[in-house]
């Protein structure tokens, strides 16, 4: 069992940045993928970046020049730091973790309650 929570939500004028970060109960955090995932008011949850156990990465092609994603095993916590950030990218930021690292969401066992992102003009 692994309970997630998000925070580092929050207003952001377009071309800032935020760094949003995920607190994972449970002693076995580490043997966990874990994922990043978003979802905009009436459209479907979209991959956003991943990281393996070990520290692989992998992002959407729409988002991999401006966001990092990053884990700390020790701390239980993953990160994901977004710069550069558009109206785009405003939506509900959802932190996820599988025993596989995949892009789908329908992978992924455990998720935060999300922490909503909102990008200004």
């Known amino acids: 069992q692994v309970q997630l929570v998000e925070s580092g939500g929050g207003l952001v004028q377009a071309g800032g940045s935020l760094r949003l970060s995920c607190t994972a109960s449970g002693r076995t955090f580490s043997s966990y993928a874990m994922g990043w995932f978003r979802q905009a008011p009436g459209k479907e949850r979209q991959f956003v970046a991943a990281i393996t156990w070990a520290g692989g990465t992998y992002y959407a092609d729409s988002v991999k020049d401006r966001v990092t994603i990053s884990r700390d095993n020790v701390k239980n916590t993953v990160d994901l730091q977004m710069n550069s950030l558009k109206p785009g990218d405003t939506a509900v930021y959802y932190c996820?973790?599988?025993?596989?690292?995949?892009?789908?969401?329908?992978?992924?066992?455990?998720w935060g309650q999300g922490t909503q992102v909102t990008v200004s003009t």
């Open positions: 996820a973790a599988s025993t596989v690292v995949a892009r789908t969401a329908s992978t992924y066992g455990y």
